[in-house]
């Protein structure tokens, strides 16, 4: 399934063809060989028929009408680093609170297309028993999971780490399509610095990637497939243009070998940035340049969609990068350019909400605001103008 959409249709009518002429005799054949390809021409056929116009259409219906993504599928752990440092109770109804706040925003579905949750959150429900994704569902907007089992430290490549999660991955992919989720979320982490990344880190990452979407797309669930290169440390912007060229040609090289259908997949990568720390920081348009020619390079046109993660980035300053990249690219980019922020979109509803009820209304408030903001960054319509009004 590694076809552009022409080849899609040739592949399946040749399969079709395959199905009704050579079919009966190859089950007719006591030769094993036959015997094996039938049921690979079957299995094939099947997963065709079954998944690809489905996955198709659900990861363009992500990425249409100038929406993107609530990322807010923060592990246990991350959700309650954030709640400490405001001083938020590290509880499970602390979190159920928050999660709820986030997904009963009126009028988020204009603006967002897709939620992306955590385990812990897919089964939970509003106060009132309402499951959260029943409470998507109504407001239009897609459920996503996040699949992975986290980022551990690489063994024999200090300072690097390796995403987990396949064990098992084909039951929970079943389970969670059970309960409503149409995508889901890796996230490989590659870190930069003194010589780092490794091709060994690049590889394993890109790999498990490409495993864990084919598995997705073999389940019925659009694949979001995201590498990121962090924004922690001192190296320049070439550098991190250097490394996320390096990385994505890797991923889609593996996407390639597994055989995952790209129109049925989204692209969540990072914005090219200088490090943190590095003494070269850049204007707005210089990381868009930098960012959609990188992705020009390295990404085939055939990806449904493009949606960035913020990485860490001030939630204005996320707005206005992606604001310039469609403005800049506009006539050039074969895919929608969305996003797929967490802490872009959601921090100033945190930093607003801090655990007290009186404040609900205002976090709202806030989430809405950065949903727009970013819709109206999608159509290279956003203006620091917008963060007065
Ligand atoms: P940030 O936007 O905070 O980088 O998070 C995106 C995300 O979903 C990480 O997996």
Not at 165 to 175: I, N
Not at 260 to 271: A, S
Not at 288 to 295: I, Q
Not at 297 to 324: C, T
Request: glycine share 6%.
């Amino acid at each position: 399934m590694r076809l552009s959409r022409d080849s899609h249709n040739q592949r399946r009518s040749e399969l079709d063809m395959a199905y009704r002429w050579l079919l009966p005799s190859a089950n007719m054949s006591w030769n094993p060989f036959a015997r094996s390809w039938r049921n690979n021409v079957q299995l094939e056929l099947e997963q065709y028929q079954m998944n690809a116009p489905k996955l198709i259409d659900t990861a363009r219906t992500l990425v249409a009408s100038d929406k993107g993504l609530l990322a807010m599928d923060e592990s246990n752990p991350t959700c309650n680093k954030r709640f400490a440092k405001l001083e938020i109770p590290q509880t499970v109804e602390a979190r159920r609170a928050y999660r709820e706040l986030l997904v009963t925003t009126r009028g988020l579905g204009e603006w967002i297309s897709g939620a992306i949750l955590y385990d812990e959150t897919i089964r939970q429900q509003k106060k009132d028993g309402t499951p959260f994704v029943k409470v998507l569902a109504d407001a239009g907007i897609f459920v996503g999971i996040k699949l992975d089992t986290g980022a551990k430290d690489m063994a024999g490549h200090a300072g690097e780490k390796i995403t987990e999660g396949l064990d098992g991955l084909r039951d929970r992919l079943a389970e969670y399509a059970r309960m409503g989720a149409s995508f889901a979320k890796w996230r490989a982490v590659i870190a930069v610095g003194d010589g780092i990344p490794s091709q060994a880190c690049i590889d394993a990452n890109a790999h498990a990637l490409a495993r864990y979407a084919g598995l997705c797309q073999e389940a019925g669930l659009v694949p979001i497939v995201e590498p990121e290169v962090l924004m922690d440390g001192a190296h320049t912007l070439e550098r991190c243009a250097e490394v996320t060229e390096q990385v994505l040609r890797t991923v889609f090289h593996q996407l390639y070998v597994q055989g995952v259908m790209l129109e049925g997949m989204i692209l969540k990568p990072n914005m090219v940035l200088p490090g943190l720390t590095c003494p070269r920081q850049v204007p707005v348009d210089e990381v868009a340049d930098a960012t959609v020619n990188c992705l020009l390079r390295a990404v085939p046109a055939a990806v449904a969609g493009i949606a960035f993660l913020s990485g860490g980035q001030s939630a204005e300053l996320a707005s206005a990068r992606l604001n310039a990249m469609n403005v800049r690219f506009k006539f050039r980019q074969p895919w929608a350019l969305a996003f797929s922020f967490a802490r872009a979109i959601q921090q100033p509803a945190l930093d607003i909400w801090q655990g007290k009820e009186a404040n609900v209304q205002a976090a709202q408030q806030a989430l809405y605001h950065r949903a727009r903001c970013n819709s109206a960054a999608r159509k290279g319509e956003y203006s620091a103008a917008m963060e007065c009004a």
